[in-house]
């Protein structure tokens, strides 16, 4: 399988902690993206990191991106209650261009 | 606009039941995806329609049909539904075609999903 993997499966943080979440994947890759997932809800699409990008800000959202490790990481700045959610990182194959998903993070952030 | 719209929102069938998931878009997009979630699974690429009039199979199509029906609307068929089937089903859209190539900056849109349970 293409499939990336998320670390860590889930997270409980304290309102205004910060959160991070790592991704790896396998393929080479032309972008990689961020989404969210409330509960019972579609993906939405938070930020997308270009492959010769290494760090993109977005609000309290900061992506990295290291391809000479196939990996990226999200953080969280000053999270809220709100933040709960999960969160899925796709990466865009080079060869394919299909998007391949990882496997999620859950984020609880506690009031 | 209402985005990406998907129907039922959820459905229960028996094994060999067969059922049609409906998916529409309003946002003239080119390219459009079905998904299937499992847990701890992520999102598994079922089909997609990179543009209208063309579909193509993605990482786990056994048991799927799809008919990319106009520019706004795609479909997804179960000719015979099994256990293995029960998840949670969503149709993603976007403004580019999957064609090959470096393109720019690309996101997909996602419906709110149908659950299916097999029984």
């Known amino acids: 399988s293409q499939q990336g993997e998320e670390d860590p499966q889930a997270l409980s943080i304290q309102e205004g902690e910060n959160a991070t979440m790592n991704c790896s994947y396998k393929t080479s890759i032309n972008n990689l993206q961020w989404y969210r997932q409330n509960s019972g809800r579609g993906l939405v699409h938070l930020i997308l990191?270009?492959?010769?990008?290494r760090e993109k800000h977005s609000g309290r959202l900061r992506v990295t991106l290291d391809t000479s490790k196939k990996s990226s990481s999200l953080l969280i700045t000053a999270s809220r209650a709100a933040d709960t959610a999960s969160y899925f990182c796709a990466a865009r194959s080079y060869n394919t261009d299909k998007l391949i998903f990882g496997t999620g993070t859950r984020l609880q952030v506690f009031p | 606009n209402a985005g990406v719209t998907q129907t039922p929102k959820f459905q229960v069938l028996k094994t060999g039941q067969s059922m049609t998931l409906q998916c529409a878009q309003d946002?003239?997009?080119?390219?459009m995806y079905w998904y299937r979630q499992d847990p701890g699974m992520g999102l598994r690429l079922i089909y997609y329609?990179?543009?209208?009039?063309?579909?193509d199979k993605g990482e786990v199509p056994n048991g799927y049909n799809v008919s990319r029906l106009n520019k706004r609307e795609f479909s997804l068929r179960l000719e015979s539904a099994a256990p293995s089937q029960t998840s949670v089903y969503f149709c993603a859209s976007s403004a580019l075609s999957i064609a090959g190539g470096q393109g720019p900056q690309e996101t997909q849109y996602f419906g709110p999903g149908t659950r299916l349970l097999v029984l």
């Open positions: 329609s990179a543009s209208e009039g063309t579909t």
């Open positions: 990191i270009r492959s010769n990008e």
């Open positions: 946002m003239n997009h080119n390219s």
